[in-house]
């Protein structure tokens, strides 16, 4: 079977692990950007307005009973047209819309779902209508050149009523994939042959840190559906990235494990002239490989585009207006509160939105009403999530975090586990980790300190997961044991080199907002996954992240597509009520991740921010699903 498969283990390199060490450890300053004057008046854009939409607490509500069982819209999923004539934009206020921007000099399209409107100018024209100036700037260190506003937009008065958000005018990359490498030594590769998993998928290695989607299938009992001849038959999962890739890999990678998938059925969107063939890339090949090789037989496509903050927001509503894929997944975020007023230079407290969230939400809001299952990658820097992005400088404090667009209430977020397997480092002993655990890799950094004396830190090397400071707890999770609010004294502080200490960004305390993540499935590097990317090399092994989890659950999605004959839907109102029903019993297909921690949160009996409800038992899952259940909220 793999013949033609070359692993080779990763060193662990001490000089390029991230040094910090608690709630308030120090990471470092962002490397500034050079200001390069004005940018060309000229030089042509696009950007994409996003209209308010009608009657949201109506839409709410209606989305919430397309997944309640015995509700009057019960699994009544909206077409396009139809979430167009109820809840985008009227043809009035768009006509208004538009003839303003005609005024302007400005051509737009209208996306058939009436939330967002494209307009072609150029960066003087939008310059002038939003109030501010464009400039150029140069990234230190990379010399990559990006513009953006000097200044907050300012939305015309004649359609403030109508348009919510602008995006389009900064160019520069703001989202990061959420994949990660093991840390590895050759010893511990050595030692995790010896602890191969059980199971009857053919496809299988059994080797953690070589697993394929054949181990997912044995991890997660998926083999049962398998052998009913679920394989995604009639189902079309969505890619939403940001990296172009090469279709071939997915192939290979399929056929190189010996699974036998249904020919060309991978199509590609290129959104905003599509992503870059770049470092990415290999992300996207993940995301297809995990998400078709689980579903075997399910068509695949893939919206990919540009890592502008346009980007990421016109790809998701591409695919939310064509209204194909049964279900959406993506391994990008970034930190939520880099969306808020505070972090946009605004006061230190202010935590209102200035535009991104709630855009994506309009789009995830569409996405639910027309059926469409969307999973979010919850990221892979713990309970920390903006560490990731301080890591290259000095002076700023890391705050507990979460990773957005995943927080958002209407996405499944994606977490990470470490599955039992025995580990050995340098020359210390054998150790094993024995059930399922949320994944964090101080319990390496714990290993190195106890058996070689070695002052290593990991921190903070994990499952993405915690509480959102912007988005109140969901009716979903108001019932479910273990939900928190946000901690205490967590903020952004700056401070220079003479210890003259700004507070950037200051966390609310005691706030009851949605907790994440929902769902985890093995997401450690060390426990981790074989994946086929030209970019990276060709085939590589020891890879994990929160960007398997997501692809993962797209492709089970798929399956249960097939099984109950139906799009499944908005997921989260409907995995909380079951477990809240059924708990962790026999019957369940939710099992408890009671160990580990993410840095913070630590593993328990019920549902906690390290792993959300746990992970599952897929063939239960689709067993409860076929024959429905009877729940209230």
Same mark, same amino acid.
């Given at each position: 079977?793999?013949?033609?498969?070359?692993?080779?283990?990763?060193?662990?390199?001490?000089?390029?692990?991230?040094?910090?060490?608690?709630?308030?450890?120090?990471?470092?300053?962002?490397?500034?950007?050079?200001?390069?004057?004005?940018?060309?008046?000229?030089?042509?854009?696009?950007?994409?307005?996003?209209?308010?939409?009608?009657?949201?607490?109506?839409?709410?509500?209606?989305?919430?009973?397309?997944?309640?069982?015995?509700?009057?819209?019960?699994?009544?999923?909206?077409?396009?047209?139809?979430?167009?004539?109820?809840?985008?934009?009227?043809?009035?206020?768009?006509?208004?819309?538009?003839?303003?921007?005609?005024?302007?000099?400005?051509?737009?399209?209208?996306?058939?779902?009436?939330?967002?409107?494209?307009?072609?100018?150029?960066?003087?024209?939008?310059?002038?209508?939003?109030?501010?100036?464009?400039?150029?700037?140069?990234?230190?260190?990379?010399?990559?050149?990006?513009?953006?506003?000097?200044?907050?937009?300012?939305?015309?008065?004649?359609?403030?009523?109508?348009?919510?958000?602008?995006?389009?005018?900064?160019?520069?990359?703001?989202?990061?994939?959420?994949?990660?490498?093991?840390?590895?030594?050759?010893?511990?590769?050595?030692?995790?042959?010896?602890?191969?998993?059980?199971?009857?998928?053919?496809?299988?290695?059994?080797?953690?840190?070589?697993?394929?989607?054949?181990?997912?299938?044995?991890?997660?009992?998926?083999?049962?559906?398998?052998?009913?001849?679920?394989?995604?038959?009639?189902?079309?999962?969505?890619?939403?990235?940001?990296?172009?890739?090469?279709?071939?890999?997915?192939?290979?990678?399929?056929?190189?494990?010996?699974?036998?998938?249904?020919?060309?059925?991978?199509?590609?969107?290129?959104?905003?002239?599509?992503?870059?063939?770049?470092?990415?890339?290999?992300?996207?090949?993940?995301?297809?490989?995990?998400?078709?090789?689980?579903?075997?037989?399910?068509?695949?496509? %893939?919206? /990919?585009?540009?890592?502008?903050?346009?980007?990421? *927001?016109? $790809?998701? &509503? #591409?695919?939310? !207006?064509?209204?194909? @894929?049964?279900?959406?997944?993506?391994?990008?975020?970034?930190?939520?509160?880099?969306?808020?007023?505070?972090?946009?230079?605004?006061?230190?407290?202010?935590?209102?939105? %200035?535009? /991104?969230?709630?855009?994506?939400?309009?789009?995830? *809001?569409? $996405?639910? &009403? #027309?059926?469409? !299952?969307?999973?979010? @990658?919850?990221?892979?820097?713990?309970?920390?999530?903006?560490?990731?992005?301080?890591?290259?400088?000095?002076?700023?404090?890391?705050?507990?975090?979460?990773?957005?667009?995943?927080? /958002?209430?209407?996405?499944?977020?994606?977490?990470?586990?470490?599955?039992?397997?025995?580990?050995?480092?340098?020359?210390?002993?054998?150790?094993?980790?024995?059930?399922?655990?949320?994944?964090?890799?101080?319990?390496?950094?714990?290993?190195?300190?106890?058996?070689?004396?070695?002052?290593?830190?990991?921190?903070?090397?994990?499952?993405?997961?915690?509480?959102?400071?912007?988005?109140?707890?969901?009716?979903?999770?108001?019932?479910?044991?273990?939900?928190?609010?946000?901690?205490?004294?967590?903020?952004?502080?700056?401070?220079?080199?003479?210890?003259?200490?700004?507070?950037?960004?200051?966390?609310?305390?005691?706030?009851?907002?949605?907790?994440?993540?929902?769902?985890?499935?093995?997401?450690?590097?060390?426990?981790?996954?074989?994946?086929?990317?030209?970019?990276?090399?060709?085939?590589?092994?020891?890879?994990?992240?929160?960007?398997?989890?997501?692809?993962?659950?797209?492709?089970?999605?798929?399956?249960?597509?097939?099984?109950?004959?139906?799009?499944?839907?908005?997921?989260?109102?409907?995995?909380?009520?079951?477990?809240?029903?059924?708990?962790?019993?026999?019957?369940?297909?939710?099992?408890?991740?009671?160990?580990?921690?993410?840095?913070?949160?630590?593993?328990?009996?019920?549902?906690?921010?390290?792993?959300?409800?746990?992970?599952?038992?897929?063939?239960?899952?689709?067993?409860?699903?076929?024959?429905?259940?009877?729940?209230?909220?």
């Amino acid at each position: 079977m793999f013949a033609t498969l070359r692993c080779k283990p990763l060193v662990l390199s001490l000089g390029l692990l991230l040094a910090c060490t608690s709630a308030k450890a120090w990471a470092v300053q962002p490397t500034p950007a050079i200001d390069a004057g004005m940018a060309p008046t000229s030089e042509p854009v696009n950007v994409t307005l996003f209209l308010k939409l009608r009657n949201e607490v109506a839409l709410d509500n209606y989305v919430r009973q397309t997944v309640t069982p015995g509700s009057a819209h019960y699994l009544q999923f909206l077409t396009t047209r139809h979430f167009a004539q109820q809840y985008g934009a009227n043809d009035s206020d768009i006509a208004r819309v538009q003839a303003y921007l005609q005024k302007q000099g400005l051509r737009g399209e209208v996306l058939p779902n009436h939330v967002a409107i494209r307009v072609s100018g150029t960066l003087g024209q939008f310059g002038q209508l939003f109030r501010t100036s464009i400039h150029d700037y140069v990234a230190s260190g990379s010399g990559r050149r990006f513009h953006k506003p000097i200044l907050p937009l300012r939305m015309p008065s004649a359609i403030a009523d109508v348009v919510d958000v602008a995006t389009g005018l900064s160019t520069e990359h703001v989202y990061r994939p959420h994949r990660l490498s093991t840390q590895a030594l050759v010893e511990n590769i050595q030692a995790l042959s010896l602890n191969k998993l059980s199971g009857g998928n053919s496809t299988a290695t059994g080797i953690p840190g070589q697993y394929t989607v054949g181990d997912v299938a044995n991890l997660y009992d998926i083999n049962p559906l398998y052998e009913r001849g679920v394989v995604g038959r009639g189902a079309t999962v969505g890619i939403v990235t940001l990296s172009n890739f090469y279709p071939g890999d997915a192939t290979t990678y399929w056929s190189d494990i010996g699974l036998a998938t249904r020919q060309n059925r991978i199509r590609q969107v290129h959104v905003d002239g599509g992503g870059a063939i770049d470092s990415g890339s290999g992300e996207t090949a993940i995301a297809v490989e995990q998400a078709g090789g689980i579903a075997p037989w399910a068509d695949i496509i %893939v919206y /990919d585009a540009p890592n502008t903050a346009e980007g990421y *927001l016109d $790809a998701f &509503a #591409q695919a939310v !207006s064509d209204n194909i @894929a049964d279900s959406l997944s993506t391994s990008w975020g970034a930190p939520e509160f880099f969306s808020f007023a505070a972090w946009a230079g605004g006061n230190a407290s202010d935590t209102t939105d %200035v535009g /991104d969230l709630r855009a994506f939400h309009k789009l995830f *809001l569409e $996405a639910a &009403a #027309q059926g469409q !299952s969307v999973f979010a @990658a919850a990221g892979d820097s713990g309970a920390y999530d903006v560490n990731a992005y301080f890591a290259d400088a000095v002076g700023y404090s890391v705050p507990l975090s979460v990773d957005s667009p995943a927080s /958002d209430p209407y996405i499944t977020a994606a977490g990470g586990t470490t599955v039992p397997y025995s580990y050995a480092f340098g020359n210390g002993p054998e150790e094993s980790i024995t059930q399922e655990s949320v994944w964090g890799w101080d319990y390496i950094q714990n290993y190195y300190a106890t058996y070689l004396n070695q002052g290593v830190s990991l921190f903070s090397e994990g499952g993405g997961g915690g509480v959102s400071v912007y988005w109140p707890t969901p009716f979903y999770q108001r019932a479910t044991a273990g939900i928190q609010t946000s901690q205490p004294e967590q903020a952004v502080v700056f401070c220079d080199l003479l210890g003259n200490c700004t507070t950037i960004l200051n966390m609310p305390s005691g706030f009851a907002g949605r907790n994440l993540p929902d769902i985890s499935l093995d997401a450690d590097p060390e426990t981790g996954y074989v994946y086929v990317s030209t970019t990276d090399g060709g085939l590589k092994s020891g890879e994990g992240g929160t960007s398997f989890v997501s692809a993962q659950l797209n492709g089970i999605n798929a399956l249960l597509r097939q099984s109950v004959g139906h799009r499944i839907g908005w997921w989260n109102p409907q995995i909380y009520a079951l477990q809240n029903i059924l708990g962790y019993g026999r019957f369940s297909p939710f099992r408890s991740v009671r160990a580990g921690d993410n840095w913070f949160y630590q593993g328990a009996t019920r549902y906690n921010p390290g792993a959300g409800i746990g992970s599952l038992d897929v063939a239960k899952l689709a067993a409860f699903l076929r024959v429905g259940f009877s729940m209230s909220y």
